[in-house]
Antibody, heavy 117, light 109 residues
């Protein structure tokens, strides 16, 4: 059974940093591209970033480019999202997901990030 | 990276069929057969219902079907059931990134 478990969310002040993790199990993690998707409270889904299976290629949404970094450790079956220079508008539930058929496939339960002073 | 366009709401009575549209451009929906549909109940993570325009993952009822015409994709839910009441989102591959629709709240009357 595919399992994705996000962690690392919490309350952080504007301008500070936070690193999210996503622990994967139940599938061959190193074979799959992965995504981060976020959802602000009461709003829709917004794609954030994706990474190829070997970590060599990363793509970002314009809203986070230059501030967020996606990475992975295939030996630890873990996906990361380093978030720097956080803003109030980054407040959201962050989901990690596998990629298949051109987009997110299996999803984790999400971790809430709140950016507020 | 503009969002795909979905109607904000849709509704139907139990047993009826409802179709939700998802309109993009030739750079996303129209350019690739990589449209997905997700169901999200309140407080829950999204669940994939349709992949690659019309493929149903294992475990998804065959009441859910997907199609595409030009720059618009469609999700049809047949034989509506109470548990189908949820938010539905479409997404499309867009060359390097992924773009989502704004979501449609489906109400079962």
């Amino acid at each position: 059974e595919v399992q994705l478990v996000e962690s690392g969310g919490g309350l952080v002040q504007p301008g500070r940093s936070l690193r999210l993790s996503c622990a994967a199990s139940g599938f061959t993690f190193s074979s799959y591209w992965m995504h981060w998707v976020r959802q602000a409270p009461g709003k829709g889904l917004v794609w954030v970033s994706r990474i190829t299976s070997d970590g060599s290629i990363t793509i970002y949404a314009d809203s986070v480019k230059g501030r967020f970094t996606i990475s992975r450790d295939n030996a630890k079956n873990t996906l990361y999202l380093q978030m720097n220079s956080l803003r109030a508008e980054d407040t959201a539930v962050y989901y990690c997901s596998t990629n298949a058929g051109g987009g997110p496939y299996y999803w984790g339960q999400g971790t809430l990030v709140t950016v507020s002073s | 990276q503009s969002a795909l366009t979905q109607p904000p709401s849709a509704s139907g009575s139990p047993g009826q069929s409802v179709t939700i549209s998802c309109t993009g451009t030739s750079s996303d929906v129209g350019g690739y057969n990589y449209v997905s549909w997700y169901q999200q109940h309140p407080g829950k993570a999204p669940k994939l219902m349709i992949s690659e325009v019309s493929k149903r993952p294992s475990g998804v009822p065959d009441r859910f079907s997907g199609s595409k015409s030009g720059n618009t994709a469609f999700l049809t839910v047949s034989g509506l059931q109470a548990e189908d009441e949820a938010d539905y989102y479409c997404s499309s591959y867009a060359g390097s990134n992924v773009v989502f629709g704004g979501g449609t709240k489906l109400t079962v009357l």
